[in-house]
């Protein structure tokens, strides 16, 4: 999703905007674009396409002399991707600019408003309709301006603001829509993610709703809508840059995926003691554990997909009944509620809109509500009654893979303290799963060792027009994730399938050598899917198996076969997806795409 860069200081501002956005582009973008204060007028320069083409227009930022100035990396929302679409947009004399991420819903009613009072529109976004409204309300005092900007548009949005007439200054607000600043040895700086600013300073200062910032070379001064000053306190970046960095990988996927058992490591080790598991930041006594009557897994994308698995082993081991929602569908269908239900939002960036706005809806109605959140400090994290953190450390490239590994981590500790509270399965039972647990860093790591078989494999597909994953059970949620992985970066057409739902309709798509990836890493459903496996191939499929070294009948009938390492049922999938996420993965570079940032994408899908 788009980016924010802003710096006042002694230093050139320039080269630093261009500098952070490039370490927000990550996020996916369009179109991207600066203005500086050159000591008269701001300047402005903007282009649709990558940065690179920015870089080269300012010379690197040589061309835009200045020592204040904001930046943007726009994901095109309203109006197509162009350079007059582009941020920073000006109100009508250029003597305010603004970037910004999120949406003015509203903003054909006030763009409506302001032609009528005579203000001319120059691109199609909501932005433009900000720095006009701004305009119409400045009277000499930006902080009043942005109050009253702030009670008349409706919607999410993080700003960065230049005013033409105080050029020692620079301002920040949000609302819904993530947004830092801090302050550097030779300035301060707003951003929208930390990447951006890391290199300058590890202490930021989240901004929440409705907060403005005035932001000078050395200081920064917060305040609330009624322009009342307010005391923030700041918030220090524990992780380092170069976790934000290739560090010789090609790409941040495999980078990523390469850091998996550690990450996996890193959010088992510190919640297992013994044969006991402790989850502090859970908040609950056994007592509430106990009286737990409803779980909903609430999230998006990926992080739903956890929720699919999760529904198998929460259920399967606490016996809790469980509900797995899409936050686009749970957030406006009022769902029931009701007492004794826990609302578990889960999210790698805490910020996507849809989560927050679900996480939102559950608070409103009294329940409940936990986290489990890979970005510190974000806004689900923060507002969720109770945050489990995954610690994935950075996730960069679009496709999340570390992400998803931890937040698998995280949901079966939860189902297994919930167990034992609940006396669903006895300590020794939990020792033995804790082994298990224990083993999976290992075994991921051994997978993805053996990355050259799944690429010899990938490479026989990259012109593969259908692909087909299927299984049953926690192989069904590993197929939907399979294929998720495999479209968003390789731009194949995938789909996933119960196994056994296949021949209600989806069979008919089967042709001679359309790829079917099947699933099968439970061992009472082997046979199951086997005999799936037989229809899809006796219609010409060609199979691909993911299954448990000692499944070694699917040789018989499928084409490919690639094993995991033994381990409980309940956590397969933590071994399943890293053949699925290696084959997505070379499928994508194989096919030319841009694996880190896939079309359309954004890392961070801050609007609805
Ligand atoms: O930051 P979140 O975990 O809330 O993001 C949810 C989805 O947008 C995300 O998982 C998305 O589906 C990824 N592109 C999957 O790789």
Known sequence: MCGIVGYIGTEQAAPILLDGLEKLEYRGYDSAGIAVFDGENIQMKKSIGRLKVLSELTHDGATMPGIAGIGHTRWATHGAPSDVNAHPHFNGDASIAVVHNGIIENYGKLKKKLMS?????????????????????????????????????????????????????????????????????????????????????????????????????????????????????????????????????????????????KAVTDTLNPRIRGNQIL??????????????????????????????TAKYVIEGLARIPVEVELASEFRYRNPILSEGTLVVIVSQSGET???????????????????????????????????????????????????????????????????????????????DYIRDLKRLPQQIELLLNNKTKIQRFANRYLAARDVFFIGRGVDYAISLEGSLKLKEISYIHSEAYAAGELKHGTISLIEEGTLVAAVLTQEELYKKTMSNMVEVKSRGAFLLAVTNTDNVEAEKIADYVIYIP??????????????????AYYVSIGRGCDVDKPRNLAKSVTVE
């Not at 936990?370 to 109770?386: F, K, M, P, Q, T």
């Open 353 to 431: 809109a849809d989560s927050l706005a679900a996480l939102r809806e559950a608070k409103a109605a009294g329940v409940r509500t936990l986290g489990i959140v890979n970005v510190v400090g974000s806004s689900i994290a923060r507002e969720a009654d109770n945050v489990i953190y995954t610690w994935a450390g950075p996730e960069i490239a679009v496709a999340t893979t570390k992400a998803y590994s931890t937040q698998l981590i995280a949901e079966y500790l939860l189902a297994l303290k919930f167990a034992r509270v609940r006396g669903q399965i006895t300590e020794d039972e939990l020792a």
């Open 566 to 583: 033994k381990t409980n049922p309940y956590f397969t999938n933590s071994l399943a997806v890293i053949p699925l996420q290696l084959f």
């Open 279 to 308: 989850i502090e930041e859970l908040g609950m006594t056994d007592e509430e554990i106990r009286s737990v009557k409803k779980i909903f897994i609430v999230a998006c994308g990926s992080a739903y997909h956890t929720g699919v």
């Open 117 to 261: 009072k005579g203000c001319e529109f120059r691109s199609e976004t909501d932005t433009e309709v900000v720095a006009h409204l701004l305009d119409y309300y400045y009277k000499g005092d930006p902080l009043a301006a942005i109050a009253h900007v702030m009670h008349h548009v409706e919607g999410s949005y993080a700003l960065g603001i230049l005013f033409q007439d105080h050029p020692g200054e620079i301002y920040a607000v949000r609302k819904d829509s993530p947004l830092i600043v801090g302050k550097g040895k030779t300035g301060s700086l707003i951003a929208s993610d930390v990447p951006a600013i890391l290199k300058y300073t590890r202490t930021v200062y989240f901004i929440e709703n409705e907060e403005i910032v005035r932001l000078t070379a050395d200081s920064l001064n917060f305040y609330n809508i009624d322009e009342e000053e307010i005391e923030k306190e700041p918030t220090t970046i524990e992780w380092d840059i170069s976790a934000a960095e290739k560090g010789g990988y090609e790409h941040f996927m495999l980078k990523e995926m390469y850091e998996q058992p």
